[in-house]
């Protein structure tokens, strides 16, 4: 069913190097891309640190990360994907962008039976696929961060998207990632992202209006409701740049105003107040 024994993913940020980790765990050859070979380097470099880390755990083998670690290649080079069983596409969260390289890729990826998919948070799939000739084997596969921690993948096919593309990438990331699975419909946010950043918008306009400090409404809901992480943390975690997106993405989809980024949040983007990855957001990162 899955057949996929080449992944090409571009993106070589946060979420790129954690796909490119778990597929390549599981044995399957990954050719990493991004713009400059510089980058797509330092992400392996990304992979080949957690794959330490994970050996230093005891989760693998010494055997296991080098086997790993040999099964990924670099390029700055999309051509370079052109025989790729599986694409999947992990940059910046634009439209704009993610649908200049659906098209790119439609002219580079050469096998028709490959699949194109998109990490997207929140972008309608059917309007990536729609920079296509193959709609029906464009689908939408979201890994959530840490991708080698976290289990979950929404599986999004649009309207085009075939019943067999759709099949076949649940296979993968089920039987060959092991990773549980959804569906979910091709609406902004999916499943998880359209119950998850209303909340997260809220507890940035508690903090905006004086409410309460980042501190307590983390503590309000760690301690209070046994959330694993308060939802500033969480934010911060995800980057606040790519909130902001996904907000204004379910907000141009739906309209409704617990979408909409509130006055803080983008304040603190403008002024490259991102999170974890720029070491400041609602909470300091930088001795971390």
Do not use: W
Not at 4 to 27: D, L, S, Y
Not at 47 to 68: F, M, N, W
Not at 84 to 101: M, R, W
């Amino acid at each position: 069913m899955t057949s996929i024994k080449h992944v090409g993913v571009i993106g070589a940020g946060q979420m790129g190097r954690g796909i490119t980790e778990v597929c390549a765990r599981a044995g399957v050859h990954v050719t990493l891309c991004d713009v400059t070979e510089d980058r797509a380097r330092a992400g392996l470099a990304g992979v080949a640190d957690s794959l330490l880390k994970a050996e230093q755990r005891g989760t693998i083998t010494p055997e296991d990360r080098a086997h790993a670690l040999a099964g990924v290649s670099v390029t700055a080079d999309l051509s370079r994907l052109s025989g790729a069983d599986l694409v999947i596409e992990a940059a910046v969260e634009d439209e704009q962008a993610k649908t200049a390289l659906f098209r790119q890729l439609d002219e580079v990826v050469t096998d028709p039976a490959a699949v194109l998919a998109s990490n997207t948070s929140s972008i309608p799939i059917a309007r990536l696929a729609a920079a296509t000739r193959r709609p029906e084997s464009v689908v939408g596969l979201h890994f959530f961060n840490p991708v080698p921690v976290m289990p979950l993948v929404e599986v999004i096919p649009s309207l085009h998207t075939s019943k067999a593309t759709e099949l076949r990438v649940r296979a993968f990331a089920g039987e060959i990632l092991g990773k549980k699975t959804i569906l979910a419909q091709d609406r902004a946010g999916f499943v998880v992202n359209s119950l998850l950043v209303p909340f997260l918008l809220a507890a940035v306009r508690m903090v905006g209006t004086g409410m309460a400090t980042a501190e307590d409404i983390d503590t309000g809901m760690t301690a209070g409701c046994a959330h694993p992480m308060g939802p500033l943390r969480l934010a911060d975690l995800i980057g606040l740049d790519t909130v902001v997106a996904i907000g204004e993405a379910l907000y141009e989809e739906y309209r409704e105003p617990l979408y909409a980024p509130p006055p803080l949040l983008r304040r603190m983007v403008e002024s490259g107040l991102l999170g974890r990855k720029s070491g400041q957001g609602f909470f300091n990162y930088q001795a971390a």
